[in-house]
């Protein structure tokens, strides 16, 4: 009878393990980004123009190079309190539940957000007390929501940091610094691993956090900063190793959880000087990939760097070109087992999922700081900046669903 009893509570125990919950973590398995149910194909869409703001993706090109040119610009029409107010509103708008619920319903299972530094920290200059770091929960509280939304559709959220503390290249729109100051003073490479280690500390244990996109685009000449300005030819891109080498490690004193990813300069792509990939296991290789045509030959680096690393490829941005290239790119991608993300979700012009209508006051604002309308009172400038505002909600843009077919290769 004893061994009756013994034989079914170990039976029961078999069935119970045998029905532990998978753990969705994604990780680097050799080659491939997997979970506890196997292999991932990563499908994605990037947050770009919400929390970070490119001049191209409001009709700024020629008229402002960052956002925080932008952001001068508006305080000198409506004043720094209606300039603040404006930017709480973009942030609410920007990015709400029913986008995250649109991008899930629509076939993708991830979002890469494209952090500003400034939403977590202040800047090296404004710290009161010199190599300290004084943190902004808003930024925090903003991702925590975001995180929820994912979490709720199933849907994996990498956070990018978009725009690092000084600037990592001299494509200042990306970053939003002038001047650059990244790779010059350490005490900003210090920040931006203060801040990795600070979300490591947030969402170690967080499952749909995918992964931490240590360093967007970096693009910088190391070896000839005049020559070779964005680093696209860089040897040696030693500062650039020795950064992803103490971020990662940082990372990892806290959170052995998440994947990390690491991106080469001249835009993503140049990983010279950085192999070999020795000190983690837990890494995937980001490359970028813009305005190149769909051929075998053009994914030749990128193939090397995986057999060669023994670890995954994501192409973490691509987009602004047709219809047809996208599908193209998509198979290409898919057929050579590397998952990708778009780039971006939402913004002035018809090359996104949502397209923001800006208003004919933002319109004339745009004139007159190109020169060719007259001032705007104050008024009526704070208006055209409340529409654009209320215009960045999903449902006051137009969907392209062209642009999202043509992702999924719908017809």
């Given at each position: 009878?004893?061994?009756?009893?013994?034989?079914?509570?170990?039976?029961?125990?078999?069935?119970?393990?045998?029905?532990?919950?998978?753990?969705?973590?994604?990780?680097?398995?050799?080659?491939?980004?997997?979970?506890?149910?196997?292999?991932?194909?990563?499908?994605?869409?990037?947050?770009?123009?919400?929390?970070?703001?490119?001049?191209?993706?409001?009709?700024?090109?020629?008229?402002?190079?960052?956002?925080?040119?932008?952001?001068?610009?508006?305080?000198?029409?409506?004043?720094?309190?209606?300039?603040?107010?404006?930017?709480?509103?973009?942030?609410?708008?920007?990015?709400?539940?029913?986008?995250?619920?649109?991008?899930?319903?629509?076939?993708?299972?991830?979002?890469?957000?494209a952090m500003h530094y400034n939403s977590y920290t202040l800047p090296i200059e404004k710290e009161p007390v010199a190599g300290e770091h004084t943190w902004l929960e808003e930024g925090f509280a903003l991702t925590d929501r975001l995180l929820e939304w994912c979490a709720a559709n199933k849907i994996y959220l990498f956070l990018d940091l978009h725009a690092a503390p000084g600037g990592q290249g001299n494509d200042v729109a990306i970053s939003d610094a002038s001047p650059v100051k990244f790779w010059q003073d350490e005490r900003n490479t210090?920040?931006?691993?203060?801040?990795?280690?600070?979300?490591?500390?947030?969402?170690?244990?967080?499952?749909?956090?995918?992964?931490?996109?240590?360093?967007?685009?970096?693009?910088?000449?190391?070896?000839?900063?005049?020559?070779?300005?964005?680093?696209?030819?860089?040897?040696?891109n030693a500062p650039l190793r020795d950064f992803l080498v103490k971020a990662t490690k940082a990372i990892r004193e806290i959170d052995t959880n998440h994947m990390i990813i690491i991106e080469g300069n001249g835009w993503g792509n140049n990983y010279n000087g950085v192999w070999p990939l020795d000190w983690d296991d837990n890494t995937a290789i980001s490359f970028h990939r813009y305005w190149i045509p769909n051929t075998q030959e053009t994914l030749a680096t990128a193939l090397k760097n995986r057999s060669e690393q023994n670890a995954p490829l994501w192409m973490s941005e691509s987009g602004e070109n047709t219809n047809e290239w996208f599908t193209e790119a998509v198979d290409l991608l898919e057929g050579n087992?590397?998952?990708?993300?778009?780039?971006?979700?939402?913004?002035?012009?018809?090359?996104?999922?949502?397209?923001?209508?800006?208003?004919?006051?933002?319109?004339?604002?745009?004139?007159?700081?190109?020169?060719?309308?007259?001032?705007?009172?104050?008024?009526?400038?704070?208006?055209?900046l409340q529409t654009l505002a209320e215009n960045y909600r999903q449902e006051n843009t137009r969907i392209n669903r062209g642009y999202i077919d043509a992702l999924f290769k719908r017809p």
């Open positions: 009878m004893k061994r009756s009893i013994v034989i079914i509570a170990l039976a029961a125990l078999a069935l119970v393990a045998g029905c532990k919950p998978q753990k969705i973590f994604l990780r680097a398995e050799g080659q491939k980004i997997v979970n506890d149910g196997g292999e991932v194909m990563l499908r994605g869409m990037g947050l770009g123009g919400w929390v970070l703001q490119e001049p191209y993706m409001l009709g700024l090109s020629g008229v402002v190079r960052t956002q925080s040119q932008l952001r001068d610009s508006l305080v000198a029409l409506v004043g720094e309190t209606r300039t603040a107010e404006f930017y709480r509103a973009w942030w609410q708008n920007g990015v709400q539940k029913r986008d995250i619920d649109s991008l899930a319903a629509w076939g993708f299972n991830h979002v890469r957000m210090d920040k931006a691993i203060a801040l990795w280690k600070k979300l490591a500390e947030r969402y170690k244990d967080e499952e749909w956090i995918g992964g931490y996109d240590l360093v967007n685009e970096p693009n910088w000449g190391f070896t000839d900063p005049e020559g070779d300005p964005n680093g696209t030819a860089e040897p040696n087992d590397i998952g990708w993300c778009w780039w971006t979700f939402k913004r002035m012009g018809e090359r996104t999922p949502m397209e923001v209508t800006p208003g004919a006051g933002w319109l004339r604002l745009i004139d007159y700081w190109r020169g060719n309308a007259p001032r705007p009172t104050p008024d009526e400038a704070w208006a055209a």
